[in-house]
């Protein structure tokens, strides 16, 4: 009689572990962090065009997922940003520079779609969507010395861009996304003959720098979301 109980009760008590598992696993992830790579361009005085001198662009950044809708993104990029040199009246010669860039950047972001784990309960939500993003920004660079970048400018900008997210696994995912980062200022080459000589257009919106990035990257998501109530699965 004891030993029926006995199974009894550890028949209960493996079906409520089980219950408890599958309940927590239904609940959707806030927390998020990912590693990207791929290539960054700048456009300047040196180059018109997007793409023009493209160079290795890479970052770290951390997500909180406020809902299936709006999260913020505050990440950590570099890039290498490379053109010609040109003469003080403007002719083009065979020799080129290269800076090192580093920016620290947060963002809001909006899904077109309301991304998550799929759910029986909402078939809206989808494991891929489209997104935009916009924030603000700060980085520090300079032109490279003998041996390392000398980081001697710091100026403020505006980051936004698309991108593209894909939830192909139950915390794992893949990001692409094209950032461009317009910078308050006229000198990212650190040239003299580029530059703003004059002083005029350090915040003019009409003649401000700006670098890019198309990156892809993989991320890892945790710190699962707690449910409204005990028999509530999201």
């Given at each position: 009689m004891?030993?029926?109980?006995?199974?009894s009760?550890l028949?209960v008590?493996?079906f409520?572990?089980m219950g408890?598992?599958?309940?927590?696993?239904?609940?959707p992830y806030?927390c998020?962090?990912?590693?990207?790579?791929?290539?960054?361009?700048?456009v300047g005085d040196?180059?018109?065009?997007?793409?023009?001198h493209?160079?290795?662009a890479?970052?770290v950044h951390f997500r909180y997922?406020?809902?299936k809708r709006w999260?913020?993104?505050?990440k950590v990029s570099?890039?290498?940003?490379?053109g010609y040199?040109?003469?003080?009246?403007g002719r083009?010669?065979?020799t080129r520079?290269q800076n090192q860039?580093?920016?620290?950047?947060?963002?809001a972001?909006?899904?077109f779609?309301?991304?998550g784990?799929?759910n029986?309960?909402?078939?809206?939500?989808?494991?891929?969507?489209?997104y935009?993003?916009?924030?603000i920004?700060?980085?520090?660079?300079?032109a490279?010395?003998e041996?390392?970048?000398?980081?001697?400018h710091?100026m403020?900008?505006?980051?936004l861009?698309i991108?593209f997210k894909?939830k192909f696994h139950?915390?794992v995912?893949?990001n692409?996304?094209?950032?461009?980062n317009?910078?308050?200022?006229?000198?990212?080459?650190?040239?003299?003959?580029l530059?703003n000589?004059y002083?005029?257009?350090?915040?003019n919106?009409?003649?401000?720098d700006?670098t890019?990035?198309?990156t892809?990257?993989?991320?890892f998501e945790?710190g699962?979301?707690?449910?409204?109530?005990?028999?509530?699965?999201?």
């Open positions: 004891k030993e029926n109980k006995i199974h009760w028949a008590a493996l409520l572990c408890l598992s599958a309940y927590a696993q239904g609940q806030l998020e962090i990912g590693l990207q790579g791929g290539c960054g361009y700048y040196a180059a018109q065009h997007i793409f023009m493209p160079r290795e890479y970052g997922k406020f809902t999260a913020i993104q505050a570099g890039q290498r940003i490379t040199d040109y003469t003080m009246d083009k010669l065979d520079w860039l580093i920016n620290v950047d947060v963002m972001e909006f899904n779609f309301r991304f784990e799929a029986r309960y909402d078939k809206r939500i989808k494991p891929y969507t489209p935009i993003f916009l924030g920004g700060a980085g520090v660079y300079g490279n010395g041996n390392k970048p000398i980081f001697n710091a403020a900008y505006i980051p861009g991108g894909w139950d915390c995912g893949l692409i996304a094209w950032q461009h317009i910078y308050m200022a006229d000198n990212l080459e650190s040239r003299e003959s530059d000589k002083q005029m257009n350090g915040w919106w009409m003649n401000c700006l890019g990035m198309l892809a990257g993989i991320v945790f699962r979301a707690k449910a409204p109530c005990r028999i509530c699965n999201w």
